[in-house]
Nanobody
Framework: QVQLVESGGGSVQAGGSLRLSCVHS????????MAWFREAPTKQREAVAR????????YYADSVKGRFTISQDNAENTLYLQMNNLKPEDTAIYYC????????????????WGQGTQVTVSS
């Protein structure tokens, strides 16, 4: 089994920064691919960034490219999402996800999820 626990959400003004953390544990082989998703009210859950843990290869959604950075501390089993220059449209619940084999953007294909952390950006 895999456990994912997010933290770091909060309320900031536009232009501010937050760093989300996801402490993960359990079967390492089931956490090969990890990602951050977000879900805003009335919108579908969308991929924000993903990382292949072994290679470190990353991907970013166009909407966050240049502002968000996904990183990992494998010694601490922690995934991070550094979010800079936040905009009101970044307001959402942010989720950490993991999967042993899927390295894509469709949230339906990720097997393991955290409980989510709320990010609110005011203008």
């Amino acid at each position: 089994q895999v456990q994912l626990v997010e933290s770091g959400g909060g309320s900031v003004q536009a232009g501010g920064s937050l760093r989300l953390s996801c402490v993960h544990s359990g079967d390492t082989n089931r956490r090969r691919n990890m990602a951050w998703f977000r879900e805003a009210p009335t919108k579908q859950r969308e991929a924000v960034a993903r990382i292949h843990r072994q290679s470190g290869i990353t991907y970013y959604a166009d909407s966050v490219k240049g502002r968000f950075t996904i990183s990992q501390d494998n010694a601490e089993n922690t995934l991070y999402l550094q979010m800079n220059n936040l905009k009101p449209e970044d307001t959402a619940i942010y989720y950490c996800a993991a999967d042993p084999t899927y390295y894509g953007l469709n949230w339906l294909n990720y097997n393991y999820w955290g409980q989510g952390t709320q990010v609110t950006v005011s203008s």
